[in-house]
């Protein structure tokens, strides 16, 4: 199975006997057959007739509306979660200040490890670069935060992880075109943040996806503070693969000339704005520089495509094989996120202990 995109300012979705059509203003034709997917992804301005809307409804494909700019518009949801018993628990647990301190630690420790691997590899492979000192820092912090006795503190040591990693991520990006002054949000206001954030959307709804298909709520989350319209557990849960899944094909993009300078464009946006991007999820705020105005400024975003591009090689990425060692295989991205969630919702249950986040090998 797998995704389908729709990256288009203009065009109609319609139904066509026992498929979808999509068709641009220029006539250009794409049929999609929806037994060949479990998800699709429409970013930007599309029309959908009712056919078409009753046919993915039909088939209860998962589908995810964003604006031509990233931002989540909203999703075909088909039932609510019947595991009441599940939720339940997930509700209670936030009453047990250990438990919930636990999780936090672990989410964020397995988001630090991945990091200092991250920075290691640099270390490796560039006999130019020397960031020793930001790994020994980073490994100091992760030390402190596994003794911290609030999740406060917790997510203090994630942001100071964070700050850490983003001072020397550049060092792993070659073409001098390629920008990056630090983390940016609303807007990201260079083109490795703006690939960087469109990443993280698409990871944010694949974690999603698996959470629902657990029977959990993805708005009880633990690392991530509880706010009305917050997906914390999602947020929660993709922290892990920040780095191996989205950091690391950000540099790739760069670095194999998969992306190109006219693959972006700058962009005026204000905070007023209902267009503007969603750069970041609530566990970014604590690493990225913010620009809160109501007036003009200047950010940059991926063209359509250059959105194709990065969600192309994404897919790419989340078939990819890598050594998982709870089952001691090789699996690709994609069973390594299912496993984890399943592995959380067990550890709700009371099937297992602890939770345990995914780390690089």
Known sequence: MSTIYIISDHGKLARQNDALVFTTPSGDVRKLFLHQADRIIIAGSV?????ALRMLMHHQIDTVFLSSNGRFSGKLQFEEGKNVHLRKRQYDSLNNQA??????????????GNQIAFMQRINRKNDKVNVDHAIAQAQRNLDQMKEAQTIDVVRGHEGMGSRIYFSVFKQNINPDWAVFKGRSMNPPRDNVNAVMSFLYTLLLYRVDAFIEMEGMDPYVGYLHTIEYGKRSLSFDLME???TSICDTLTCALFNLGILNASDFETVDFSRESDDAPLHLTEGDQAEAQSIETSESVKGVLLSKDGARKVAEKFEEKMDSLIFYPPENDRLSYQKIIAHQVRQFRRVLTGEEEAYKAFLIR
Do not use: M
């Open 99 to 112: 438990f919930c301190l636990e999780v936090a630690k672990s989410i964020a420790a397995g988001k630090i």
């Open 47 to 51: 029309e959908i007739t009712g056919s």
């Open 240 to 242: 892990e693969y920040r």
